[in-house]
């Protein structure tokens, strides 16, 4: 390295050769001065002419002296080098093209940065990274610290903790927590069918953990109503198979392989940094099925508000039946509905849903109406209620003991021998928790950003939320605990009730696990249909957002979205839960593929009277044609993916002057306008190896025709680009380097050229053909 820390401080070539063909200060000043505005050449000159130490030995304010920081800089004669000094960052000179052999050593293209700076301490020769030269050359201390404090956040933001934040972050915790622990308590026993007790240990683990890994510092981890609904699908599976819904304890443990197994599939995801996932499922996929989601939940938690649980599970299994078979099973049942038990249920409904309307309608004009627990006072009174009026003896099911399934906090490994049974049936389960969660995580995490501005500043990383959510669920699992993910409106709350950094996480895990040591017996009088009824608002809340993405849609017309979301809808609501996650991936991963394989070729046209050449589909009536000419724009990389359809449009293009024409369509486009084919490949920034040859396969069969092809704007800073182009053929099959072009107007005078230049030689010839062999002779 010591190479390179004596190159950082000397001169590069650059400064040298320009200094000796502009050896004074004085001529550089004037050239400066030509090449400005008159206003700015005046306050440089007034400027320059004022300070004292113009023209000294060590001035600052030379062309090729160091300047102070706080002094902008004009010049454009800095090399890469002497600007990274002042300053402007860049990439390593060593690390232009990770695919050429200037690339830094191998140990740093397998392992990464990370491993082989940050752990194995860099390379063992003069190649680095550009992390570490970066960090080199700006001075940056503990490197390898850097890294730490980058992949375990909490390193990061606990120095940067004040006690002026502890206040905010206590009340917002205790404001989650009147609002969520009941919330758990009706996850797990409604919709998760494991005991009460196991939805309240997701808000034990995983908020703390998700504090010392997780990357958006406002963001709180716990149960949510898909994850659960889902997680109950695999109990209710194995209640089927000959379970019952009194073993809590097997019930306990299938809920832990689920989020054991959906925690494992996030991890692997983080470690395989597939974080880009969450931008292939699309806005339409998630709002068909969260609505569907919401609909399944709101009817399901119908039976436990009417008191027909007892009635829906000797009918056949109608408890665990689709969504369509518990519609049908209420309207044909619902004169047997228990009256006191409606009451209390509908009656909690409707009272949660009127004060939420009225804290929505005050908290603009009183921002402080955010911090009134309102389903935390209804919880309180309805058992409260229950406890004075015994609702248990008048036929009002309320909670009972919530107790584990054996003792508290039971450490139990998923996946015994035992219990690989349930395993198997758990994957797909788990997967589809894990997508889904990471998605709403992912949304959250986005929605309130990563902290730019506020308490604390995290940056955003969406491979380590992966991590931090897998860990989570991992250890959560080893409890028996519900799957926890990120949610937006549990972490709007709390931004709102002033948690401003992770540790309200902190604090709300502490609180919960004050709870289950010391709070447990007073929710046994808790009404069953007060916590179904504060289901039912959850999934009042996941559907209300669809009609305003339905009226967007129609208002665009995008029909294509619109039927996605329908189809995922119905598929889930009326099939099955698995079937509408399966659907919807599909045809959203149906869609990527057909969005990212379509080449986006396009015909250009010149605007006439200028040089500037455009999108001649775009409008067709504005734009001119050059006769002989057929110009082609690619936008985009080409790749394996997009190349294999590009010579059939290329064809459609050279025989309708249109790719929106069907190919049905006889040629309308005459043959004598395609004797000259030129590409302007500006945007194929990137080109790999099957695209190269199916590129080196068309210019072939052009110039087997007798088309001549050009390029322009390939550019030769790109050496990937540049060397597939010669590798392939490509330059020699054009015609050598002087085919490649730097703009459109280059390449048709070259094509004027070479038109006249053949018309001559073929004039010649003719004319060589004519004379004969005696007139050849005599006019030698």
């Known amino acids: ?95 232009i093209d990770e695919a050429v052999e200037d ?26 990274s550009t992390t570490e030269y970066l960090a080199k050359r700006y001075g940056v201390r503990n490197r390898r610290w850097m890294y730490f404090n980058y992949y375990i956040p909490i390193t990061n933001w606990i120095p940067q903790y004040r006690l002026s934040y502890l206040k905010g972050d206590l009340i917002a915790a205790i404001t989650m927590a009147s609002f969520y622990i009941p919330m758990s308590l009706s996850l797990a026993s409604n919709l998760g069918h494991v005991p009460p007790i196991n939805g309240m240990y997701s808000f034990v683990f995983n908020p703390i953990v998700y504090a010392i890994l997780g990357t958006c510092p406002q963001m709180v981890v716990g149960p949510e109503a898909a994850g659960s609904l889902l997680t109950g699908t695999v109990v209710k599976a194995n209640i089927e ?51 569907a989601i919401g609909v399944v939940i709101f009817i399901d938690q119908l039976l436990p508000e009417m008191g027909l649980t007892k009635i829906a599970s000797h009918k056949g299994g109608v408890s665990h039946g689709s969504c369509l078979d518990k519609v049908i099973f209420i309207f044909q049942h619902w004169r047997q509905a228990h009256g006191p038990t409606c009451a209390v249920s509908f009656g909690a409904f409707g009272i949660i849903m009127l004060l939420r309307e009225v804290k929505k309608r005050l908290q603009p004009r009183y921002p402080s109406i955010a911090y009134v627990p309102d389903r935390f006072i209804v919880v309180v ?75 604390i500043t995290l940056p955003l990383s969406a491979n380590r939320e992966l991590v931090a959510l897998g860990v989570a669920n991992m250890l959560g699992g080893l409890f028996m605990a519900l799957p926890a993910f990120g949610g937006y409106g549990r972490s709007k709350v709390n931004a709102s009730t002033g948690g401003k950094t992770p540790m309200s996480s902190v604090f709300l895990s502490v609180i919960t696990l004050l709870c ?37 849609f129609w208002r665009i017309r995008g029909w294509s979205e619109l039927i996605l979301m329908f189809v995922i809808f119905l598929a889930t609501v009326f099939w099955d839960i698995k079937v509408g996650i399966a659907v919807g991936i599909g045809l959203s991963l149906l869609r990527v593929v057909r969005h990212s394989t379509r080449p986006r070729i396009q015909i250009l046209g010149r605007v006439p009277g200028t040089d500037r050449f455009e999108n001649a589909e775009a409008d067709p ?10 110009i082609v724009k690619i936008p985009e990389p080409l790749t394996f993916a997009n190349t294999g359809d590009l010579r059939h449009r ?32 500006h945007g194929v920034t ?57 703009h459109v107007d280059e390449a048709l005078k070259m094509t004027e050229v070479e038109t006249v230049t053949e018309e001559v030689n073929h004039n010649d010839r003719t004319q060589s053909t004519e004379r004969g062999p005696a007139d050849q002779v005599t006019s030698r």
Request: glycine content about 10%; hydrophobic content about 35%.
């Open 241 to 291: 198979k000959g379970g019952s819904d009194d073993n809590g304890e097997i019930n306990s443990e299938i809920g832990g392989i689920v989020t054991c197994m959906a925690g494992g599939v996030i991890f692997l995801s983080g470690l395989f940094r597939l974080g880009f996932l969450d931008n292939v499922l699309s806005r339409p996929f998630l709002r068909g099925f969260i609505s």
């Open 621 to 630: 009536g504005r734009l001119e044609f050059i006769e002989g000419c057929l």
């Open 381 to 455: 009174l309805s058992a409260v209620l229950a406890w004075r009026y015994e609702f248990d003896k008048k036929g009002i099911e309320v909670l009972g003991n919530v107790k584990a399934g054996g003792s508290l906090f039971r450490v139990h490994f998923p996946f015994k021998l035992s219990h690989l049974k349930y395993a198997s049936d758990a994957f797909t389960t788990s997967f589809s928790i894990a997508l889904l969660g990471f998605f709403e995580s992912s949304v959250a995490a986005k929605s309130l950003g990563s902290g730019e501005g506020k308490a």
């Open 516 to 552: 289950v040591f010391f709070l447990l017996p007073y929710f046994y009088y808790l009404p069953r249909g007060v916590l179904s009824a504060m289901i039912s608002v959850v999934a009042y809340s996941l559907v209300e957002e669809a009609p305003h993405d339905i009226e967007f």
């Open 686 to 742: 990137s080109l790999d190896g099957a695209g190269a040859q199916v590129l080196a396969d068309i210019v072939e069969s052009y110039r087997n025709r007798g088309v001549r092809v050009f390029f322009c704007r390939v550019s030769r800073s790109r050496k990937q680009v540049w060397r597939l182009f010669e590798a392939s053929g490509i330059v020699e099959m054009c015609g050598g380097e002087s085919h490649f072009v730097n």
């Open 103 to 128: 690339s830094p050593d191998a140990t740093h293209a397998l392992l990464g940065d990370t491993i082989a700076d940050g752990v194995l301490g860099g390379a063992r020769n003069n190649k680095i």
């Open 1 to 95: 390295m010591d190479g390179f820390e004596e190159s950082a401080h000397s001169p590069p070539e650059s400064y040298q050769d320009f200094a000796t063909t502009n050896p004074t200060e004085d001529s550089t000043q004037e050239h400066v001065e030509r090449t400005v505005q008159p206003d700015i050449r005046t306050r440089l000159r007034k400027q320059w002419d004022q300070s004292p130490e113009y023209g000294q030995e060590n001035s600052n304010h030379g062309i090729f002296s160091s300047r102070p920081s706080t002094q902008r800089s004009y010049g454009s004669f800095m090399s890469m080098s002497d600007r990274s000094i002042r300053g402007f960052g860049g990439r390593f000179f060593g690390g």
């Open 650 to 681: 290329l064809k459609r293009l050279e025989e309708h002057g249109t790719i929106a024409a069907h190919p049905a369509l006889p040629r309308v486009r005459r043959e004598e306008h395609n004797k000259n084919l030129i590409f302007d490949v």
